[in-house]
């Protein structure tokens, strides 16, 4: 003990505090070097997305060691990793898209949701059989050397470095993390879970585009094109057709009896195409009422769970012109927060199930399409105005569960019995929704006024089978009295189908329907996006009469 200017030094006390820090430190080195083999094991392409995996597990690692010991903060960790790497693979290969900001909002809902219920083909999808294999090992090879009574761990002065050693981390790692909206199993596989959540954070953060102001009006003069309409206005109606494809254009799977015959008679009579989807129905959606394409937006994001005010819409343009506008589907009012979307884009009254008392079950909770399309068309035979109708299709809507199949379907690929069995199920699913859509066609020729049907789809059916056949996405324009060219037309993106629409019909164009024709224009869109979104609505001017 040594005393100077009034400070008592005591070496021991001192030592023993020196030599506890440095004992400290290989106590937690085979765990953070588990931690960085467990962020390899989950399945990234490049170094990038395992950076990113390894600093949120270095956080999460030092929360837990606050209050646990090691063996207990590891496995915790190990199961938040995993969890949510594995989570998103599976929600990526059976909906489209990797888990999102959104998805911790809409929990709830998706508890009354029947679309992840066939747990078995979970352990189809090679990803995550990859992701689960490699993880497993790495938790039972550290269990084998580090299986042991711990005490609670103390808390070393030294630990604080781990928090700014996983921020560190992330957020070098994240300047190399841009995630793609059209290719989402890329953006799973090169950059992982985290670093599309943290991609959303980070340019959520940072999203203004450089030079946003008011003066950015005087970049987009006023539409000088012909502002003449048809003679007659038409009605239209969009249909968005549930995990639907063209089967004639499946390159791998061979089914008996054709399961679509209506819809290639239809093809014979509209004008039709192949459409690239940006994954998920509401994206889909989002796509085509807005003519705005989500890869001009900062980062991945799903805009309906964002959209809380006027947004422009084809919808609102069209009520511009005289058009009465609903939208129609089977499924809840709240899902995909459509009930506050719809309305803030125009759309007087949205029908749901909540609204046919007298609906009838299909197959689990989901609702035959019929009753949808006897709505719409009893709306378009009683209104003396012309009608928009947006309507989504529900009973392709996975699971594909044996049970509910009613039409039989052969189906000869490469895949397992138990995936050809589901692939049977789907095209029965299929059949259900081209006898209802084949009805309400039938119906709509009967009408006096000219009405203009286009169909869509929206994603490939979440079946692992389907991953390759992105070619078999369509679209298809009908006219009940036959005005249009038929014929094959040219390949198309969602949000390019408002503009075809308004093209191949006479109808005024808008401003953004010249931007968006340009391919050119992707400065352009991304400067719109965040206007209309997010920004002041500068640019309304794009999307009125």
């Known amino acids: 003990m040594f005393f100077y200017g009034g400070v008592v030094l005591n070496y021991r006390a001192i030592g023993s505090k020196i030599c506890a820090f440095a004992a400290a430190i290989p106590e937690h080195l085979c765990e953070l070097f588990f931690l960085f083999i467990l962020s390899i094991a989950i399945r990234h392409e490049n170094i990038w997305g395992s950076l990113v995996t390894y600093g949120t597990a270095i956080l999460c690692y030092f929360l837990f060691s606050l209050f646990l010991n090691r063996k207990q903060s590891f496995v915790l960790t190990f199961l938040v990793a995993v969890g949510i790497s594995l989570s998103s693979c599976i929600k990526t290969e059976l909906l489209g898209i990797p888990l999102q900001l959104y998805d911790f909002q809409m929990v709830l809902q998706l508890l009354n949701v029947d679309g992840l219920s066939d747990i078995s083909q979970f352990w189809e999808i090679h990803e995550a059989q ?23 761990q103390k808390f070393y002065a030294w630990m604080l470095i781990l928090p700014f050693l996983g921020v560190g981390t992330i957020i070098f790692a994240m300047k190399n993390v841009e995630p793609d909206i059209y290719n989402q199993m890329d953006n799973l596989k090169r950059h992982g879970a985290f670093g599309i959540l943290y991609s959303q954070l980070y340019k959520a953060a940072s999203m203004t585009p450089e030079g946003y102001s008011a003066s950015i009006q005087k970049s987009f003069p006023v539409n000088s094109s012909s502002k003449e309409r048809p003679d007659t206005l038409p009605n239209i109606v969009l249909v968005l057709l549930e995990s639907t494809i063209d089967p004639s254009r499946l390159t791998d799977i061979k089914v008996e009896p054709y399961p679509t015959p209506f819809l290639e008679e239809l093809k014979k009579k509209s004008l039709y195409g192949r459409l690239s989807v940006p994954g998920g129905t509401a994206n889909a959606e989002y796509e085509v009422l807005t003519s705005l394409p989500l890869k001009s937006l900062p980062t991945t994001r799903v805009p309906f769970m964002e959209i809380n005010r006027h947004t422009y819409s084809l919808p609102s343009f069209l009520s511009e012109m005289g058009y009465q506008s609903f939208a129609y589907h089977m499924g809840t009012q709240k899902f995909y927060n459509r009930n506050v979307v719809f309305k803030e884009m125009g759309i007087e009254k949205y029908y749901t199930r909540e609204n046919y008392p007298d609906k009838t079950i299909c197959v689990k909770r989901f609702y035959h399409d019929s009753t949808m399309f006897s709505s719409i068309f009893s709306k378009l035979k009683k209104s ?17 569960d044996e049970k509910h199949a009613k039409f039989a379907f052969n189906v000869n690929s490469k895949n397992s019995d138990a995936e050809n069995k589901r692939l049977a199920n789907y095209f029965s699913r299929l059949r259900y929704t081209q006898n209802d859509l084949a009805a309400f066609i039938k119906q709509v020729n009967t009408l006096p006024r000219r009405t203009l049907v286009l169909m869509y789809s929206d994603h490939l059916p979440p079946l692992s089978s389907m991953r390759k056949e992105k070619g078999s996405l369509f679209y298809l324009l009908y006219d009940s009295k036959g005005q249009l060219p038929t014929g094959k037309n040219s390949d198309l993106a969602t949000y390019e189908l408002a503009t075809m629409l308004l093209k191949k019909s006479f109808f005024p164009l808008r401003g953004i329907d010249s931007i968006v024709s340009d391919e050119h224009n992707a400065d352009k869109l991304e400067l719109i ?10 640019l309304s001017k794009l999307f009125t009469n």
């Open 529 to 538: 996006h965040f206007d209309m979104l997010y920004g002041e609505q500068y």
């Open 384 to 400: 003396m105005n012309p009608i928009f109708a947006h309507a989504l299709t529900l009973i392709p809507h996975h699971p594909y």
């Open 130 to 152: 990859l992701t689960f294999l490699y993880s497993s090992i790495t938790l039972v090879v550290y269990s084998l050397l580090f299986w042991k009574k711990q005490p609670v």
